[in-house]
């Protein structure tokens, strides 16, 4: 007869390997989709300025700064059980 422990283990073991077929079907069914979104980037503000470093003694360094404009449209879609399905806009 099995043991309360060997059983548990088989249990254990099948529904670990249940787990994986599900994670692996959910891998496959996302992993080849087109994610592509067009982003625009521009540069408005570029600024160096030589500051003091408190590292070390009269040391100098280069501080940067930078100012751009992201502008990327995001879709997002879904649908649940009543295949009710909807498409927010997500605008950065």
Same mark, same amino acid.
């Given at each position: 007869?099995?043991? @309360?422990?060997?059983?548990?283990?088989?249990?254990?073991? *099948?529904? =670990?390997? @249940?787990?994986?077929? =599900?994670?692996?079907?959910? *891998?496959?069914?996302?992993? *080849?989709?087109?994610?592509?979104?067009? @982003?625009?980037?521009? @540069?408005?503000?570029?600024?160096?300025?030589?500051? +003091? +470093?408190?590292?070390?003694?009269?040391?100098?360094? +280069?501080?940067?700064?930078?100012? *751009? +404009?992201?502008?990327?449209?995001? =879709?997002?879609?879904?649908?649940?059980?009543?295949?009710?399905?909807?498409?927010p806009a997500l605008p950065l």
């Amino acid at each position: 007869m099995n043991t @309360v422990l060997s059983r548990a283990n088989s249990l254990f073991a *099948f529904s =670990l390997s @249940v787990m994986a077929a =599900l994670t692996f079907g959910c *891998f496959v069914t996302t992993a *080849f989709k087109d994610r592509r979104v067009p @982003v625009d980037v521009h @540069v408005s503000k570029v600024m160096l300025k030589n500051v +003091d +470093d408190f590292t070390g003694p009269r040391e100098r360094s +280069d501080l940067g700064f930078i100012t *751009f +404009d992201l502008s990327a449209d995001i =879709l997002l879609e879904y649908s649940n059980f009543l295949r009710v399905s909807g498409r927010p806009a997500l605008p950065l």
